[in-house]
């Protein structure tokens, strides 16, 4: 592989090159090499490794307990406001409001678009954070208005993250049963008609199928698999329970905070899903790791799946025998993650150079950021500071990955970002972000040099703009904004 072949592969499987980092001389060496662990999450101030000086309360939560905790918060303060609502005058409860409940909403969002563009554009493994990508818009969460789950879907995130160098199967399983998921889609409060709590009426709570159908449809086999309305109730009844344990009232004493299965709320008896039987004679909880243990090692996961990420990293219908090689490996590793990811770059770097992706727009923004050497915004949404909020710049490009609309994540299919407003929100940050590259006029030349090659069509473009009397700056927009950055095989 060439230099101009791999600028182009770092594109495809990560966020480019750098202007200061060096060519692999083994691409694909180079890409597979950063799939076996996951790096710590940091707010990464350059690719040297120093640290952005934050605020002290711009902190990352990773443990159950400390999203407990901060769920608690978060509800408590909410009740809190709401009280004061009702006496007080309308300017200072909004301004309390807005004191209160930042530290829940928009500067959670803000920190944790901030942490992710940090680990794309200045981590140490941006192959890794690519498919981290993947696997957080796969098994999608986000805060809905009653679910007050903000500050669980960072952590939610990194759980994922944290379970790519292990199996599918164990990624499913903390996914299903994490505090953001079983908010998310309403699976805390889902109650079996003949529950315990329900005979003894310590509850009203109903059987709720969102985390059921989806953990079908979405996660696993695929509407392929043709289950029936009898299956879906079954995984629901076989759900019932899992939920979230919160430090108030009604935590129990011994039960750790965060996921968990409480029996009581648990459909009893055996469900019968797609002709198996599930029960619990020995474990309460059983019934759902046997089911994940089945749907992780169902064939038309692994169909479903690979023809998922081919669709992620290949192209928008990717060749059917790219997918079977893909089934194949995940199939035989018993859904190894760092199996499946390598064998993704292998496909990548052998594929046809006819192929084409049009870049979405978080990988358009950290891309433009790798390549370009531009500094990321930092300035945190706190009312008179000034600067660009990375979380509004990604929800004005048009994926706010923090609230992500629709449990079916974001499309993966080129067409669905192809359109001109789409295309004039990133031309006009495109200009906006100039602002941040040292020295954009020499810096541009070698750029382009390095990423399509010093006699390409886009160069003898952009020469013939800067004789029109073009500066630096709408140089470096047009080239953000061509169609060789924009499709990442250009």
């Known amino acids: 592989m060439n230099e101009l072949a791999t600028a182009r592969f770092a594109r495809q499987v990560g966020f480019g090159l750098g202007p200061e980092e060096a060519t692999p001389a083994d691409a694909v060496g180079w890409a597979s090499g950063q799939l076996d662990s996951a790096p710590k999450v940091k707010f990464l101030a350059s690719r040297a490794g120093d640290e952005l000086p934050l605020p002290p309360e711009v902190r990352l939560l990773d443990s159950q307990n400390e999203v407990a905790h901060a769920l608690q918060r978060h509800i408590d303060s909410r009740l809190a406001v709401l009280a004061a609502s009702r006496t007080m005058p309308k300017p200072q409860w909004e301004a309390l409001r807005f004191q209160t409940m930042q530290p829940f909403i928009n500067l959670t969002g803000w920190q944790e678009g901030l942490a992710r563009g940090c680990m794309a554009v200045n981590g140490p493994a941006p192959v890794f954070e690519r498919f981290w990508h993947f696997w957080t818009n796969h098994f999608t969460v986000a805060p809905s208005i009653n679910n007050n789950s903000h500050t669980a879907v960072g952590p939610y995130m990194r759980m994922l993250r944290r379970h790519m160098t292990g199996s599918f199967r164990d990624m499913l399983f903390e996914a299903v049963t994490h505090p953001a998921m079983v908010l998310y889609l309403d699976n805390a409060r889902s ?26 449809e979405l996660f696993t086999i695929s509407t392929a698999a043709g289950y029936s309305q009898q299956d879906v109730d079954a995984v629901t009844h076989i759900l019932t329970g899992w939920g979230v344990q919160l430090p108030n009232r009604a935590a129990r004493p011994g039960i750790a905070l965060g996921s968990y299965f409480n029996y009581d709320r648990h459909e009893p008896g055996t469900q019968t899903f797609m002709g198996k039987s599930y029960s619990a004679v020995i474990r309460h909880d059983g019934k759902l790791n046997d089911l994940i243990d089945d749907l992780a ?84 949404p706190q009312r008179g500071v000034a600067g660009e909020r990375i979380h509004g710049t990604l929800d004005e490009l048009g994926q706010a990955i923090h609230d992500c609309p629709q449990p079916n994540g974001w499309s993966l299919q080129s067409q669905d970002w192809i359109s001109r407003e789409m295309l004039e929100r990133r031309l006009r940050y495109g200009y906006h972000l100039t602002r941040r590259i040292a020295q954009p006029a020499e810096l541009l030349p070698q750029v382009l040099a390095r990423q399509h090659g010093p006699d390409s069509d886009l160069v003898k473009q952009l020469t013939g703009l800067k004789a029109k009397g073009l500066d630096a700056k709408d140089l470096w927009t047009a080239y953000l904004t061509s169609p060789a950055f924009l499709w990442s095989q250009a």
């Not at 169909?303 to 990293?313: D, L, M, R, S």
């Not at 997918?323 to 018993?334: C, H, N, P, Y």
């Not at 052998?350 to 990988?363: A, H, I, N």
Request: some cysteine.
């Open 191 to 216: 109650t079996g008609a003949n529950s315990i709590a329900r005979r003894s009426r310590a509850t009203t709570d109903e059987i709720n199928e969102n985390l059921g159908r989806e953990l079908l």
């Open 297 to 380: 090692a169902h064939p038309l996961t692994a169909q479903h799946i690979c023809t998922k990420i081919a669709t992620a990293f290949l192209a928008d219908k990717p060749h059917p025998s790219s997918i079977a090689r893909l089934v194949t490996v995940f199939s035989s590793t018993k859904g190894n993650l760092p199996a499946l990811h390598k064998a993704v770059v292998r496909e990548v770097a052998e594929s046809s150079p006819t192929l084409r992706k049009f870049v979405d727009p978080q990988t358009w923004l950290w891309t433009a950021h790798r390549v370009s050497g531009a500094r990321l915004p930092t300035a945190p």
